[in-house]
C-alpha cells in the first residue's frame, strides 16, 4: 500500500433534487470544503468530478467515469464530502467496496473520517453506511407514492400543474412562479360566484380561455401543427418561463392530455372525472366532446397514406345523376374525376363525362369565393353581437346564481334530513321513521339531479357563442388565402367545412349546399343591406 501523501486522489461532488438530499451542501457549497479540507490535509488531487444527479438509480455518468478511471490506475483514492454522495444504491455501493477489496481504491476520505482498503471494519461501516442510504431513499419513495396514491383517491393532481391550470396551497394561495395578483382575485371571485371552495389545482382565469379557443381552432381541422402554434403565440399562449412559442411536441402533448377535460392520467390508468370526488376534482377547461373532436383530427392527420397514387378529392362528391361516388385515376400523367357508376353494389348506368382535376378546383374556387365575407361586415357584426353577448351574458349569469342557490339550499335539506335521523332525540325513530327518512331523501336527490342537470345545460350553453363567432369570421376572411396557399389536402378540408362531403357533380357542374352557419354567408357578401344599416346609424366622429 502506498503512503497517504503519495496517493493520487479524485474528488467526487455530487447534489441531487432529491427529498434525502435537501439538507445536503449545495455543490459550491461541498467544493469550498473540500479544497480547504484538500490544502491543510495536503491530499494530491488528480481531478475533481461534479455531478447533478440521483444516487438512487444507477448510472450516473461521471460517476461510472471516475471508476474506470480508478480501475485504470489513474488514482488511488476518493475524497468526498459525505459517504451518501457515492451511493445511494447497492450495486454502486458493491461495486465501490469490491474495488477496494482488489486494492484499486486504497482509501476513502471525508473531512470526519478516512476509510481504508487494509481495515475489514472500514468497509462494514461503509457498507452500514450505503444500506442506510439505501433504506432511507427507499422509504422516501415509498412515502412519494402513497402521497401521490392518497392525492389521486381524493381527485387532486399530483404534479406540478401543466399549461393552463395553477397550483394552489391549502390556503387558496397560487403557488411558485406563477402567482400573479389579478389571477389570485379572479380564482377567489369565480369559487365565490360558484359557492365552492378553491381546488388544489384551478383553471388559469387568464390562460384557460384561450387554450379552450385553441382546442376549438384545431378542431375544426382546418389547421395544421405547425400553423396553431404561431396562432396560439398571436392569441397569448406562451411558453412557461419564456414569451416564445410552444413546440410542437408541447402543442400535441397539450392535444393529448386528458387532463383538460377534467380526467386525470397517472401510468396506464386514465380517472375519468365522473369516478373522482366533485368537491375536490379540477375543473375542466373543454368538454370531453370536443376533446375527443381534436383527437380524431390528430388521428386522421398522422395516418399513414396506403394508396399509390393519392388524389386529394375523391370521397367529397357524389354523382348528380345516378348518386354513385366520384372516384378519380391517373390517365398519361392527368388526374380525371368520374363517377364509379356503382352504387350499393350494383352496377349502374350513367352518362355523366369525365373532368379535369384542373377544371374540378375551378369549380369549387367558384363556390368557395361566393362565402369570402367582407371584413367591414365583420367589424360591424362583431361590433352589434358583442353587445348583445353582454346582456345574453347578464340572464345566463343570473339563471346559473338561481339554480346554484337551489342545489345549496337541497344540499342544506339532505344535510338537515340526516342530522335529524341521527339525532339522539331520534334514537326510537320518534321523529322520523326509516321509511320517512328514506323517501324524503329519495324525493330530495330527484330534485337535486333535476337541478344538476339544469345547471350543466346553463353552463353549457354560457355564452362563449360570441367566441365562437369570432372563430368563423377568422376563417371565413382567410378563406381566400389559405384556399390559395394551401395543399390540395388542406383544400379538400376547407371545402368539406363549408359544404359537407355530399356535394354533387353534374353536367361537369358542382351542385352545393353550404353547412350552417356558411348557408348564410353568401347572401351577406350579395347584401347591401347590412351596409344601409350600419350606415344610417354611424358612430361620432372623434
Known amino acids: 500500500m502506498q503512503p497517504k501523501t503519495a496517493i493520487k486522489y479524485f474528488v467526487y461532488i455530487r447534489k441531487s433534487s432529491d427529498r434525502e438530499d435537501a439538507q445536503t451542501l449545495s455543490i459550491e457549497a461541498q467544493t469550498r470544503s473540500l479544497t480547504e479540507f484538500a490544502k491543510n490535509a495536503k491530499i494530491n488531487i488528480v481531478e475533481t468530478f461534479v455531478e447533478s444527479a440521483s444516487a438512487y438509480k444507477t448510472g450516473r455518468p461521471k460517476f461510472n467515469d471516475m471508476l474506470a478511471r480508478i480501475e485504470k490506475g489513474e488514482a488511488m483514492g476518493i475524497l468526498v464530502y459525505h459517504l451518501t454522495r457515492i451511493a445511494r444504491n447497492s450495486f454502486d455501493g458493491g461495486r465501490v467496496i469490491y474495488l477496494m477489496d482488489e486494492g484499486l481504491i486504497q482509501e476513502?476520505?471525508?473531512?470526519?473520517?478516512?476509510?481504508?482498503?487494509?481495515?475489514?471494519?472500514?468497509?462494514?461501516?461503509?457498507?452500514?453506511?450505503?444500506?442506510?442510504?439505501?433504506?432511507?431513499?427507499?422509504?422516501?419513495?415509498?412515502?412519494?407514492?402513497?402521497?401521490?396514491?392518497?392525492?389521486?383517491?381524493?381527485?387532486?393532481?399530483?404534479?406540478?400543474?401543466?399549461?393552463?391550470?395553477?397550483?394552489?396551497?391549502?390556503?387558496?394561495?397560487?403557488?411558485?412562479?406563477?402567482?400573479?395578483?389579478?389571477?389570485?382575485?379572479?380564482?377567489?371571485?369565480?369559487?365565490?360566484?360558484?359557492?365552492?371552495?378553491?381546488?388544489?389545482?384551478?383553471?388559469?382565469?387568464?390562460?384557460?380561455?384561450?387554450?379552450?379557443?385553441?382546442?376549438?381552432?384545431?378542431?375544426?381541422?382546418?389547421?395544421?401543427?405547425?400553423?396553431?402554434?404561431?396562432?396560439s403565440f398571436e392569441m397569448g399562449l406562451h411558453g412557461l418561463r419564456n414569451d416564445t412559442l410552444l413546440s410542437k411536441a408541447t402543442l400535441q402533448r397539450i392535444f393529448s392530455s386528458p387532463v383538460y377535460y377534467g380526467a386525470i392520467p397517472w401510468g396506464d390508468i386514465v380517472y375519468q372525472p365522473e369516478n373522482l370526488p366533485k368537491e375536490t376534482v379540477h375543473m375542466p377547461i373543454v368538454s370531453k366532446a370536443l376533446f375527443q373532436k381534436v383527437q380524431d383530427v390528430m388521428n386522421n392527420k398522422s395516418k399513414p397514406r396506403t394508396q399509390i397514387h393519392h388524389h386529394a378529392y375523391t370521397c367529397l362528391f357524389k354523382c348528380g345523376e345516378c348518386g354513385g361516388m366520384i372516384t378519380a385515376e391517373l390517365q398519361k400523367g392527368t388526374v380525371y374525376y368520374r363517377c364509379t357508376k356503382k352504387k350499393k353494389n350494383f352496377n349502374?348506368?350513367?352518362?355523366?363525362?369525365?373532368?379535369?382535376?384542373?377544371?374540378?378546383?375551378?369549380?369549387?374556387?367558384?363556390?368557395?369565393?361566393?362565402?369570402?365575407?367582407?371584413?367591414?361586415?365583420?367589424?360591424?357584426?362583431?361590433?352589434?353581437?358583442?353587445?348583445?353577448?353582454?346582456?345574453?351574458?347578464?340572464?345566463?349569469?343570473?339563471?346559473?346564481?338561481?339554480?346554484?342557490?337551489?342545489?345549496?339550499?337541497?344540499?342544506?335539506?339532505?344535510?338537515?334530513?340526516?342530522?335529524?335521523?341521527?339525532?339522539?332525540?331520534?334514537?326510537?325513530?320518534?321523529?322520523?321513521?326509516?321509511?320517512?327518512?328514506?323517501?324524503?331523501?329519495?324525493?330530495?336527490?330527484?330534485?337535486?339531479?333535476?337541478?344538476?342537470?339544469?345547471?350543466?345545460?346553463?353552463?353549457?350553453?354560457?355564452?362563449?357563442?360570441?367566441?365562437?363567432?369570432?372563430?368563423?369570421?377568422?376563417?371565413?376572411?382567410?378563406?381566400?388565402?389559405?384556399?390559395?396557399?394551401?395543399?390540395?389536402?388542406?383544400?379538400?378540408?376547407?371545402?368539406?367545412?363549408i359544404f359537407g362531403s355530399n356535394s354533387l357533380l353534374k353536367d361537369k357542374?358542382?351542385?352545393?349546399?353550404?353547412?350552417?352557419?356558411?348557408?348564410?354567408?353568401?347572401l351577406v357578401v350579395d347584401s347591401s343591406h347590412w351596409r344601409e344599416r350600419r350606415d344610417s346609424n354611424p358612430r361620432p366622429s372623434a
Open 108 to 231: 476513502i476520505r471525508t473531512p470526519e473520517k478516512s476509510y481504508c482498503s487494509t481495515i475489514g471494519d472500514d468497509k462494514f461501516i461503509m457498507q452500514i453506511h450505503f444500506a442506510m442510504a439505501k433504506k432511507s431513499s427507499d422509504d422516501t419513495s415509498q412515502f412519494v407514492k402513497r402521497d401521490i396514491q392518497s392525492k389521486l383517491l381524493k381527485g387532486e393532481w399530483p404534479l406540478s400543474a401543466p399549461l393552463g391550470y395553477l397550483n394552489v396551497d391549502k390556503y387558496g394561495r397560487i403557488t411558485g412562479y406563477r402567482y400573479n395578483n389579478e389571477k389570485q382575485v379572479l380564482l377567489e371571485k369565480r369559487a365565490q360566484e360558484e359557492n365552492r371552495t378553491v381546488r388544489r389545482m384551478e383553471p388559469d382565469p387568464i390562460l384557460a380561455p384561450i387554450l379552450e379557443r385553441v382546442f376549438s381552432i384545431y378542431a375544426t381541422g382546418a389547421y395544421s401543427l405547425d400553423e396553431m402554434r404561431n396562432k
Open 348 to 497: 349502374i348506368k350513367c352518362s355523366q363525362p369525365y373532368l379535369r382535376e384542373d377544371d374540378l378546383v375551378v369549380l369549387m374556387e367558384e363556390k368557395l369565393r361566393e362565402h369570402i365575407i367582407p371584413k367591414d361586415f365583420i367589424e360591424w357584426s362583431l361590433a352589434k353581437l358583442s353587445r348583445n353577448n353582454d346582456i345574453e351574458d347578464k340572464k345566463t349569469h343570473t339563471i346559473l346564481a338561481q339554480q346554484r342557490k337551489q342545489l345549496s339550499q337541497i344540499e342544506i335539506q339532505l344535510s338537515q334530513l340526516l342530522k335529524l335521523k341521527i339525532s339522539p332525540s331520534n334514537a326510537n325513530n320518534d321523529l322520523l321513521s326509516d321509511d320517512e327518512y328514506l323517501a324524503q331523501k329519495n324525493e330530495l336527490l330527484k330534485e337535486k339531479v333535476t337541478i344538476q342537470e339544469k345547471l350543466s345545460d346553463t353552463e353549457g350553453n354560457v355564452s362563449n357563442w360570441l367566441e365562437r363567432c369570432e372563430q368563423f369570421f377568422d376563417f371565413a376572411v382567410n378563406i381566400e388565402e389559405k384556399w390559395v396557399h394551401g395543399t390540395p389536402e388542406e383544400k379538400k378540408i376547407i371545402f368539406s367545412i
Open 509 to 522: 357542374k358542382l351542385l352545393v349546399e353550404a353547412k350552417k352557419p356558411f348557408f348564410r354567408t353568401a
